[in-house]
């Protein structure tokens, strides 16, 4: 069942229970936004459930990035008449040419998804992208009568495709904010995800930071977030440099699970070798000069 809390006026946290995953509600006068939708049709479902106990207004939905747990519900809101699904314009790209292969990951929790079996199982591309080719920060307002909700794209992070959704003072910041759990490196840019972390924890303006998974924070913790990440790349690679050093016994003086450690890892060595091919991690293309930059959740070779 759906927990909603109403954290400023009108607007609204979502957490489901699957993949402890965080939506967000925003209501205006004409209209109202949804942001993520959850991994199939089930867990589309029950958002939109908690969301027209809510509202009967017309939808809008977000998708704050290309991860499963992002987008694969967005058929649920299409069937309620929703015909806007904002994004980043990497994150259509990525969706409409490799969503499919993230079917996979969803199998326990959404089947029918997996299996393209049953109604709400189709993907939906975002149609409505924030300006712009996607390499440079961006933003967008979206007016839903009598209020304004902002889009923006500060930079690599979490993934290339991260999308902040902001209202009054409350900011829904999917998964560059992470409490409760690890931050998750498959998809990331560490180096520039701690840049983005200090650029979101100088934004006077937002209160209320909702995180992709867990409880909504202030930015103090994004503070400590950044100082955590920026000390752990350190310490990884200070300890490959060193050659006499375990990699395995400097990993137990990290902040983090081995696992997510060993993710991190993975993707520095990764990032560092494309780095030392000459490919430039600041302007990540795509379409006709395609890097190859995105990573395993998102290309679905994860599994
Ligand atoms: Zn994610």
Redesign the pocket.
């Known amino acids: 069942m759906a927990r909603t809390t109403e954290i400023a006026d009108g607007v609204y946290l979502i957490a489901t229970d699957n993949y402890r995953l965080n939506s967000g509600l925003i209501l205006g006068s004409e209209e109202a936004m949804v942001i993520d939708t959850g991994a199939g049709p089930r867990q589309g479902a029950e958002i939109l459930r908690a969301v027209r106990r809510i509202t009967e207004l017309p939808l809008s939905v977000v998708n704050t ?1 290309t ?1 499963f ?2 987008f694969m519900g967005n058929a649920v809101f299409e069937s309620d008449g929703a015909d806007d699904f904002w994004a980043h314009p990497r994150a259509a790209h990525a969706i409409e040419k490799y969503g499919d292969r993230q079917r996979t990951y969803v199998e326990v929790l959404e089947p029918e998804m997996t299996h393209q079996q049953g109604a709400n199982t189709h993907l939906v591309i975002p149609n409505r992208l924030l300006p712009g080719d996607g390499s440079r920060a961006s933003f967008t307002r979206v007016e839903l009568g009598d209020r304004a909700v902002t889009l923006f794209y500060l930079g690599l992070a ?2 290339d495709n991260d999308v902040l959704v902001g209202v009054d003072d409350v900011l829904f910041t ?2 560059i904010l992470e409490q409760g759990s690890d931050p ?1 490196f498959d ?1 990331s840019y560490p180096d520039q995800w701690v840049s983005t972390l200090e650029q979101l924890a100088a934004l006077d303006r937002y209160r209320v930071f909702v995180p ?1 998974h867990g409880m909504p924070v202030e930015s103090p913790f994004i503070e400590r977030m950044g100082q955590t990440m920026k000390d752990a790349i350190h310490s990884i690679r200070a300890s490959k440099l060193d050659q006499n050093a375990s990699t395995t016994a400097a990993m137990y003086k990290l902040p983090y699970s081995p696992g997510a450690t060993r993710i991190l890892l993975d993707r520095l060595t990764w990032l560092d070798q494309k780095e030392e091919a000459g490919v430039s991690l600041s302007e990540v293309h795509f379409g006709d000069n395609e890097t190859g930059l995105t990573g395993p ?1 998102t290309l679905g070779e994860g599994q």
Do not use: Q, S, V, Y
Request: aromatic letters at 0%.
């Open positions: 990035h991860h747990d992002r979490h993934t999917g998964d998750a998809d992709g959740i």
